[in-house]
């Protein structure tokens, strides 16, 4: 979906919340069928592997949706966790309103577009996380998130690009002598 309008179109019971720093919106093992569009704040997916060990898979800021979509297209528990990282505002919608929405060819198009950008994302996140230097990981991340250096802890910007935080501070170490 390009635009708020177009969810609250699609879902009439879509519905605005303000949660708080902290508040976790979805929890591993849930079945759920609700996505998010953030209106204002900061939310990210995140999943905790078995030594505890937090895996960040993605932030989301104004305009962005953030879901579980495997979970909700597959019918199965959730492995994302999403919160809050600052106090938000954010639209609740159920996924499923775009299966039952009679959509014209336009706005068809469009979200195919949308879904293509969005997995051509994370087509090159995958093949950065395999291929591509923790500098060039960071580099790609600012492009990406522009303004979440200064919103986000440097250990979860860290947790996003599997390195550790001594590494990333040393990254940034660098680039700052650089300039």
Same mark, same amino acid.
Request: aromatic share 8%; net charge positive; glycine share 4%.
């Given at each position: +979906?390009?635009?708020?309008?177009?969810?609250?179109?699609?879902?009439?019971?879509?519905?605005?919340?303000?949660?708080?720093?902290?508040?976790? @919106?979805?929890?591993?093992?849930?079945?759920?069928? =609700?996505?998010?569009?953030?209106?204002?704040?900061?939310?990210?997916?995140?999943?905790?592997?078995?030594?505890?060990?937090?895996?960040?898979? +993605?932030?989301?800021?104004?305009?962005?949706?953030?879901? *579980?979509?495997?979970?909700?297209?597959?019918?199965?528990?959730?492995?994302?966790?999403?919160?809050?990282?600052? *106090?938000?505002?954010?639209?609740?919608?159920?996924k499923r309103c775009f299966k039952i929405a009679n959509l014209t060819t336009d706005q068809l198009q469009?979200?195919?577009?949308?879904?293509?950008?969005?997995?051509?994302?994370?087509? #090159?996140? =995958? @093949? &950065?996380? +395999?291929?591509?230097?923790? #500098?060039?990981?960071?580099?790609?991340f600012l492009i990406s998130y522009p303004d979440l250096p200064n919103r986000v802890p440097?250990? &979860?910007?860290?947790?996003?690009?599997?390195?550790?935080?001594?590494?990333?501070?040393?990254?940034?170490?660098?680039?700052?002598?650089?300039?």
């Amino acid at each position: +979906m390009d635009t708020l309008k177009e969810i609250l179109t699609l879902d009439s019971n879509a519905k605005t919340v303000h949660f708080k720093k902290g508040k976790i @919106l979805q929890s591993a093992g849930a079945n759920t069928d =609700v996505s998010f569009f953030v209106k204002e704040g900061l939310l990210r997916s995140y999943t905790i592997d078995e030594k505890g060990k937090e895996h960040i898979f +993605m932030f989301a800021s104004k305009g962005w949706l953030i879901a *579980d979509i495997e979970s909700q297209e597959f019918h199965q528990p959730a492995e994302l966790f999403i919160d809050c990282l600052e *106090d938000s505002e954010v639209v609740v919608f159920d996924k499923r309103c775009f299966k039952i929405a009679n959509l014209t060819t336009d706005q068809l198009q469009r979200n195919t577009h949308l879904l293509s950008r969005r997995i051509a994302v994370l087509q #090159r996140r =995958v @093949l &950065m996380l +395999m291929s591509a230097s923790a #500098r060039e990981r960071y580099e790609q991340f600012l492009i990406s998130y522009p303004d979440l250096p200064n919103r986000v802890p440097q250990r &979860m910007i860290a947790s996003y690009l599997g390195v550790t935080p001594q590494a990333l501070s040393t990254i940034r170490g660098i680039q700052a002598r650089k300039k």
